[in-house]
């Protein structure tokens, strides 16, 4: 019988640097490997956990948050399951194309917290819909999984929607995150994970 109400510490963590990254390219749902920094940082986001008894690494279907989680369930010696609704914002035809020519894409990075419900041109979601998709997902965690401590490897962007819904907000460098707390089927905000 699983222990629902149990409480969960919740360590949500973004991939490794990808190649898409460093050449500043806007990734969305669409996926690029991880640089040797990227394995690099993921092996250092392996150490740090294990000061955290991991006992469940999750990671999005993507390549980049799975190779960065592959590493780190390794290193812990943990399973590593996917859950897919822990992917990347999705942003549309801006996927795959470089920030600096992307004049609306400048603008729309302007408001994307602060008008949760603003989304990409051309197709794409909104914060406010990565927010749901994120909920939905922990609610399916916790309700099939009896770990209590989690590792879950995920996207930048996501990630920063989940942060500015509990009125936090800062950029999530690769292989940093946040610690969240799960009791009674709801979500709270612990601290950030530098």
């Known amino acids: 019988m699983l222990r629902i109400n149990m409480e969960k510490h919740i360590y949500l963590c973004r991939h490794g640097q990808t190649e898409w990254n460093r ?5 969305g749902q669409l996926d ?11 092996a250092e986001l392996a150490a740090k956990a294990g000061n955290w008894d991991i006992d469940l690494v999750v990671s999005s279907h993507l390549g980049r948050a799975k190779d960065t989680a592959a590493i780190c369930a ?7 399951k ?5 992917c990347e914002r999705n942003f549309g035809e801006w996927q795959g194309k470089e920030t600096s020519g992307l004049a609306a ?13 603003l989304m990409p041109d051309n197709g794409g979601e909104s914060a406010n819909m990565v927010t749901e998709r994120f909920m939905t997902t922990f609610h399916a965690l916790v309700n099939s999984e009896t770990a209590s401590r989690i590792l879950i ?7 920063a929607c989940i942060a500015r819904s509990f009125g936090e907000g800062r950029t999530i460098d690769n292989c940093g995150g946040m610690l ?12 950030w994970i530098d």
């Open 153 to 159: 490897v995920s996207h930048g962007d996501a990630m």
């Open 74 to 80: 390794t290193s812990l010696g943990q399973s590593h």
């Open 82 to 86: 996917v859950y897919e609704g822990f």
């Open 180 to 191: 969240l707390g799960w009791q009674n089927g709801k979500l709270h905000w612990q601290q």
């Open 23 to 27: 050449d500043k390219r806007l990734q």
């Open 32 to 42: 690029s490997p991880l640089t040797e920094k990227g394995r690099a940082q993921a």
């Open 105 to 117: 894409y400048q603008a729309f990075k302007e408001h994307r917290y602060t008008r949760p419900d």
